[in-house]
């Protein structure tokens, strides 16, 4: 275990932790029930991921030949709803439901709907997903009416051919398709781009065009060094500032104080009107500002995606009808939320920062 965040710090000790502990539970009550990391950062946003499986096998996500997880190790959608209620009595005011596919998940909507009921009585104010798109004709409509007013949808190339090669299996035209769909349904969609160096780098002015002109921002992703995959990550590291610098030489880029509650950093294009983001985890890490833990689809709670310590919320939730002891295994592990991560990409680290596959952990 890393502590606060930095190689070569020791674990907490007990006596620490309960100080921790009790710090938070202070808090807490100072912040009616918010949760608030050792760091002073209130978690209010919380990113559950449904199922490990998906329908794309992403080359910079995933092995192409994955061993899924069985079923029987998954949180049932009941379950995975009363996990979800735990943390919006601890403050969480945003949920985002991730994969995987979300979408593959058997029974989904029935997650959605019971979830999007939270916004109505005002204990949630945003439910959102994000999606490789290629079930949103389907559910775009029900999405809507369940509450979901934001999509993400992960689009790395306008070029069929590369798109089927990147994602080894998807069709471009089916993840358009669906875009269409939630739009007319009435859903905000953002463009999700993993900026790869000599595979979409010289089309990402095009990109830009497209999604301005169908009314949707766009935000750039820097690869990260999640799982082991086929092939070198340091051929795919594209930094995001080289690709700042080459849009500031085409577009006038201003600096705008828009925020969507996650850690992208957005400008607004002068030329097109929309807005574009950037998440920097390698070239300018966004921890300090970090409102964020993540929950998988077996239960274990991340309390940073570059980091391994994690806390297991599966048997706590099963031990008992009540949730108490769900309650305090959260406010543990919020006492380990570290400072930052350690993610680096570099031709001396053969190896991932970290072992699991970003398909696991949740987009």
Known sequence: MRRNGFRGKQPWSDEERTIVLQRLTDNAEATNGSLVDPFGRAISYLRVSVTDRCDFRCVYCMSEHMTFLPRKELLTIEELERLCRAFL????????????????RRNIMQLFET???HIGTGELDELTLTTNGSQLERYAAGLHDAGVRRVNVSVDTLDPDKFKAITRRGDLGIVLTGIRAAQKAGLAIKINAVALKGVNEHEISDMIRFAHGEGMDITFIETMPLGEIEGDRT??????????RQLGEEFTLEKI??????????????ETGGRVGFITPMSHNFCESCNRVRVTCTGTLYMCLGQEDAADLRAPLRASEGDELLSRAIDEAITRKPKGHDFVI??????????RHMSVTGG
């Open 346 to 355: 570099d031709r001396a680290t053969q190896q991932p920062s970290v072992s």
């Open 257 to 270: 104080p828009h925020k969507t509650g996650g850690p992208a950093r957005y400008v607004r294009l002068s």
């Open 115 to 117: 979830l999007g009921s």
């Open 89 to 104: 009595r601890k403050g969480v005011r945003k949920l985002r439901i991730t994969g995987g596919e979300p979408l593959v």
């Open 235 to 244: 051929d795919q590291y594209l930094p995001l500032s080289e690709v700042r």
